[in-house]
Structure formats: structure tokens, C-alpha cells
């Protein structure tokens, strides 16, 4: 394997002596962890045991690259990094105290909003491209874990139904890359098809929601940065962290990166049941983005898709916590808590 090895380089002391270090962000995505009893093994925690977790891991299989794992804690099953990748019992057997019948396999309405293949509607004046279904992590909470992804485009030829509709309707401003991740994409089919969306004359904005560059900040180049600038349209990033343990120092250079280039950076988290739902977490988070140029957006409720039951905060917890943050942050570092309603015409503010 053609890594190199480095000293960890954060305060949480975490992994072992050393993470790797890649010459690609191709390398390190390949590299990822991909089996569950090696991500156990990797940060000192007992196997899996039981057949729900067994077959969580074989429906939606784990995905974690390495530089994430080795901001885990060894040893502590509760680390709230792991939590969010790793298999667990709850998937198919969660708690007896929680209500699974609202729980489906398109919790927020996307196959009802689908314009084209790949091309999803449900906002005035913005539409989503679905450009892809490989990610740089498989979170467990997932929404779109069941999306079928295999319907939509496979190579940038296969845009011209869904950039023809976008062309055709005069209302639309912004366009949404997600997926998946846009970021598994290589630069040259993103940049030409930033290109044939800024060649679209009433759009303005082109954004982004990623997690490659907390998964792997090795994606942020120079590349990215100069098709993401390269046209009319005003580039907007979305990242998603939910832990303020996700942004060491490395994920910290990635983002000054982009905030040095002028990008704007916005963050939207999911609040999830022992992963950050202490007002010690959500502000502890809130006040490292700050920090690191990137403005809290939203909190979200979990959307209630198959399998992640077992990660649902109450909305009466969800507002006191935000409440919570209200008397400890400044206004612009509290996130807006919303939930996704399928057939909405926007977010539902909850707090």
C-alpha cells in the first residue's frame, strides 16, 4: 500500500502513534475500512456480537476511511465517531420504548420529487442533482441509505435530461450537487458540469453538500478550489459534521483552505442520540466551526429512515438543548432545528 505514516497530531489522543498519510485523496478513499470486525479491531473494541449486527453489516455495509477512524477513542464503545459507522444490534431490534412505524425507506419524499433521473424538486427556485451514490462514509443514520441510486446518471453525458429541465424552467437560481457524495467525482467531470450549469442564464448559485472534506481532508486541492471559483455562478459549500471531534487539525487546514479561497461554508448535523445530544456537545461543536470560518446552519431531526430508530432525540429534547445553546452561544453560532417533511414546501423550523 503507498501511504506513509505520520504522528497523530491532535489533542484528543486517540489511535495509536501514527494515521496515515496519502499522495491522493483517490488512495485514501480506497484504502477505507470496509469490514466491521477490522474497524473493531482497529480502535480496541469487542467484536460484534448478535445477529442484528450482523446483518446490519451485511445490508448496508460499513465504510470509513482511516484518517476518521483514527480520530476515534480506543477502547470506548461510546465514542460518538464510531458510534455514527459501526453496526449495532439496535438496526433491526431497537428499543422498546421507541415508535418504528413512522420509519420507511423514503422518509423525506425523494422519489415523489423526482424530475428526471438523478434530478429532485422540491424547493421554489432550487433544485438537487443526485450525482452519485458512492460516498466517503456510510453513516448509519443515513436517509438516503435505500435511494436508488443505480436509476440515476452514470457519466457526465447522462445529465443532459435533468440539465435540459433545469434550462427550461426560469425560476430555478441554485442547483444543489449531492448525493451520495459530489466529491467522489473527479474534478473533471464536476468542472464541466459546473460549466454547462453556469452556461444556464437565470442560475446564480451552485451548491455543494459534502463530507469528504471531514472524512477525508485530503480532497480539498487545488482543483477543487479553482472549478468550484471557475465560474459566474457563486459557489456554496455544505459540510456535515456532527461531533466537534471530527474536526481535527487536518479537517481544519481542508476548511481554511476554502475559507481562504472565498468559499462561503455552512454546516448542517444531525442530532443523534449518543452521538451529540448534550448541550456540551452542540456547543462544543458550534464554537469549532465558528472557529474554523464555517457557520453552524442546521440541526436537523433524524430523518426517520429504516435502521436508525435507535439514534432518535425526542423534539422536546431537541428544544431544550437548543434552548441551552441559546444562553451559551452568540445568535449566529446557534444552528436553525429543523425537520425534513416529505411534500413540504420548505424545512420545518422547530426551533
Known amino acids: 500500500m503507498s501511504i506513509l505514516e505520520r504522528p497523530v497530531n491532535s489533542a484528543l489522543g486517540l489511535l495509536g502513534d501514527s494515521v496515515p498519510v496519502y499522495r491522493s485523496w483517490q488512495e485514501a478513499l480506497k484504502d477505507a475500512v470496509r469490514d466491521a470486525a477490522e474497524l473493531c479491531r482497529l480502535v ?37 465517531l464510531l458510534r455514527q459507522v459501526l453496526p449495532l444490534e439496535e438496526e433491526l431490534s431497537p428499543p422498546a420504548d421507541l415508535d418504528t412505524a413512522s420509519y420507511g425507506l423514503d422518509p423525506v419524499g425523494d422519489h415523489a420529487a423526482i424530475q428526471s433521473p438523478g434530478l429532485l424538486h422540491k424547493y421554489h427556485s432550487r433544485v438537487l442533482m443526485v450525482t452519485t451514490g458512492a460516498c466517503a462514509v456510510h453513516c448509519r443514520y443515513c436517509f438516503r441509505r435505500h435511494f436508488p441510486y443505480q436509476l440515476g446518471p452514470r457519466s ?12 427550461a424552467d426560469s425560476t430555478l437560481r441554485e442547483v444543489i450537487l449531492s448525493g451520495g457524495d459530489p466529491l467522489t467525482l473527479v474534478d473533471s467531470h464536476l468542472a464541466e458540469l459546473a460549466q454547462r450549469l453556469a452556461a444556464i442564464g437565470h442560475l446564480r448559485r451552485l451548491r455543494i453538500h459534502t463530507r469528504l472534506p471531514i472524512m477525508i481532508p485530503e480532497r480539498v486541492t487545488d482543483e477543487l478550489i479553482d472549478w468550484l471559483r471557475g465560474t459566474r455562478l457563486t459557489p456554496i459549500m455544505v459540510i456535515h459534521a456532527n461531533h466537534a471531534n471530527e474536526l481535527d487539525a487536518s479537517v481544519a487546514g481542508a476548511l481554511g483552505r476554502l475559507a481562504d479561497a472565498g468559499i462561503p461554508l455552512l454546516n448542517q448535523s444531525v442530532l443523534l442520540r449518543g452521538v451529540n445530544d448534550t448541550v456540551e456537545a452542540l456547543t462544543d461543536l458550534s464554537e469549532r466551526l465558528v472557529d474554523l470560518r464555517v457557520m453552524p446552519y442546521y440541526l436537523h431531526q433524524l430523518d426517520r429512515v429504516i435502521g436508525a430508530a435507535h439514534f432518535e432525540v425526542s423534539e422536546a429534547r431537541g428544544h431544550e438543548l437548543v434552548e441551552q445553546m441559546r444562553a451559551r452561544l452568540p445568535g449566529y453560532a446557534v444552528p436553525r432545528y429543523v425537520r425534513e417533511v416529505a411534500g413540504a414546501a420548505n424545512k420545518i423550523v422547530l426551533a
Open 44 to 80: 480496541h473494541v469487542p467484536p460484534l456480537t448478535g445477529p442484528g449486527a450482523t446483518k446490519a453489516a451485511r445490508d448496508f455495509p460499513v465504510f470509513a476511511p482511516r484518517g476518521y477512524i483514527a480520530r476515534m477513542r480506543q477502547g470506548d464503545t461510546r465514542d460518538p
Open 156 to 167: 457526465p453525458s447522462d445529465w443532459q435530461p435533468a440539465l435540459a429541465k433545469i434550462a
